[in-house]
């Protein structure tokens, strides 16, 4: 089965612009997950969506970040305005909605200067 | 709170030696535990979660409640275990976050 997909691999922007990563899961995972993995941290949570409504967005910070799962498919996060501490890998993930096994994209490379 | 301790950052070995990484958590409940493991230009995949208590690729690891640890073992290292090795832990229903460890980079010497 083809795995998780994630668009682009790399970004470079300025700070205070603004900035949007992709995401496809898994076909029939129906749980999907944005972290952020700043350099030397492990992954923190920022978003979990069931289908299309939000499970828990309780670490994502609110004023700049922001994601969308319309469809229940595919899915966007996004930055704006961008900050330096922003600078991280972005990594998306999916899951059958009654495993705890879950499956990573490459993940989104953005660099903030 | 949740949250999983990796204590160290680094760790290398000689090929053919036994390999233990650490791993520490505190959670109220009762957690599931995980290793994922991240190949040089791989995505993180997992290696093995307690549940299933299975080696994979030579690994094991044992959940210990008593002192909340959930150290990965081998008994002798090979070189292409040289990897970014992450502890994580989630809730024990289905689809829920996984909290991860800062992660221990596992060196493999010839």
């Known amino acids: 089965e083809a795995g998780v997909a994630q668009s682009p691999r790399y970004k470079i922007i300025e700070k205070r612009q603004s900035v949007a990563f992709w995401c496809n899961p898994i076909s029939g995972h129906a749980t999907l997950y944005w972290y952020q993995q700043i350099l030397g941290q492990g992954p923190k949570l920022l978003i979990q969506f069931q289908n299309n409504g939000v499970v828990d967005d309780s670490q994502l910070p609110k004023d700049r970040f922001s994601a969308e799962r319309l469809k229940g498919v595919d899915s966007t996060l996004k930055i704006q305005p961008a900050k330096l501490e922003d600078s991280a890998v972005y990594l998306c993930?999916?899951?059958?909605?009654?495993?705890?096994?879950?499956?990573f994209g490459p993940g989104t490379r953005l660099t903030v200067l | 709170a949740q949250r999983v301790t990796q204590p160290e950052k680094l760790l290398s070995v000689f090929k053919g030696a036994p390999v233990e990484l650490k791993c520490n958590y505190s959670y109220s409940g009762s957690p599931e535990l995980f290793w994922y493991v991240q190949y040089s230009r791989q995505r993180l995949q997992l290696l093995l979660r307690?549940?299933s208590r299975e080696s994979i690729k030579g690994f094991t690891a044992d959940l210990n409640k008593g002192e909340t640890s959930f150290h990965l073992k081998k008994p002798f290292a090979q070189e292409e275990d040289s990897a970014m090795y992450y502890c994580?832990?989630?809730?024990?229903?289905?689809?829920?976050?996984?909290?991860f460890g800062q992660g221990t980079r596992l060196t493999i010497n010839p």
């Open positions: 993930a999916s899951s059958h909605p009654m495993s705890n096994e879950q499956f």
């Open positions: 994580a832990l989630s809730g024990i229903q289905g689809a829920q976050k996984l909290v």
């Open positions: 307690h549940i």
